[in-house]
């Protein structure tokens, strides 16, 4: 009996020693692989400062985000800190999925130089339920060299749509006289629901048109500077034939392809391009700037990427945020996502040696200054009646105003329910 009882007393020692060690483990989830190294760098520090906090990953692909997540918080098993994208934030916040972190976010010393109009897809009555982490801005990229043999200046692009298209009629050619055409002058995302939103959302916002109101409640996309901003987009493929006739079944890819293979002269791209550009086209001698914009309209970008959030169902609030501050410091934002082409989140840090050697960066630190992102608790609705309309209007089946009359029904529904 005695012996028994020692050995119950062992196991219950066991036991506590193993809920003592969980107690000093969070999970994080990510869809970006960059995180699993700041983990690894997370646990390295934690290691050589004597400490027995560590951090686990999991990466969760972006498709099955929303999915996993949700099932996470049923089971009441969600991770302690989730690196989620920026536009389902709002839905989530919804849901009460995340604690308030208000008050760490405002004691940062580096508070200033978070994007506000991030924060504010974290936001909810005033108060912040997740910190900016990642960002990925959209804006056009042009080939200088076939800006010189068209006889454009190859240091000066676009800046309005009106040039845009007087710079696309002179870059796109017939080489062979075959009546093919060999050589667009831009090239256009048609068959992509994300980039719909990514691209051409900045383009509807320059034209001083909308999604939808401030708070998500209301549809404005069937508004005359969204329509007019839609043909435009269609008068580029069919009146001043500058993009292919079947551009509304192009990919990304696609896009991508034309464009390091110098058939398309001009598209619309994100700041990771600058790298993938190098990578796999040494020699493309290319720019980055500003999206362009209407006449009379200002310039826009689509502020994309992710917040960190720290779960409800965390256990270790104090240890998930010591995570999410370390996440965020210099060693993370420079020497993690710089050095991989990535912008840092923090505008004080784009000034590092990464970029340094790279002007082109640069030009995100201004075009940070004009991007947004559409507030909804139903983003996801909303895509499938954005893509149909546009390529329906893009094909020629119906015209612009049609298409985003039908968007605009379709997503009134979706906010209904």
Sequence with gaps: MKRLSILVVVMIVALAATSMAMAETIVVWDREVQTEETVALFNAKMEAEGSSKRAEFQLVPYEQQTQLFLAALAAGNAPDVISLDIILHPYFNSIGAFLDITDRIEALEYRSALP???????????????????????????NKTLFREAGLDPERPPQTWDELIEYAQLLTKDADNDGETDQYGFGIVGSSAGWQMFGFMPVVWSFGGNLLNADGTEVLIDSPESIAALQMWVDLIHKYKVAPVNSATWQYS????????????????????????????????????????????????FSGGNLMAISRDTKQADLAWEFVEFAMSEDIQVEVWAQSGALPVRTDLFDNKYFAQDPRFAVFADILEVARAPYSTKYNELYAPMLTAMQRAMMGEISPEQAYQDAAKDMKRALQY
């Design 116 to 142: 506000e109009g991030m924060l504010h897809l974290g936001e909810v009555d005033g108060r912040y339920y997740g910190i900016p982490y990642t960002v990925d801005l959209s804006g056009l990229v042009w």
């Design 254 to 301: 696609d896009v991508y392809n034309g464009f390091v293979t110098e058939r398309v002269a001009m598209m619309l791209s994100g700041n990771y391009n600058i790298i993938t550009f190098q990578d796999d086209a040494p020699d493309l001698d290319f720019g980055i700037t500003f999206i362009p914009r209407a006449e009379h309209g200002e310039h826009a970008s």
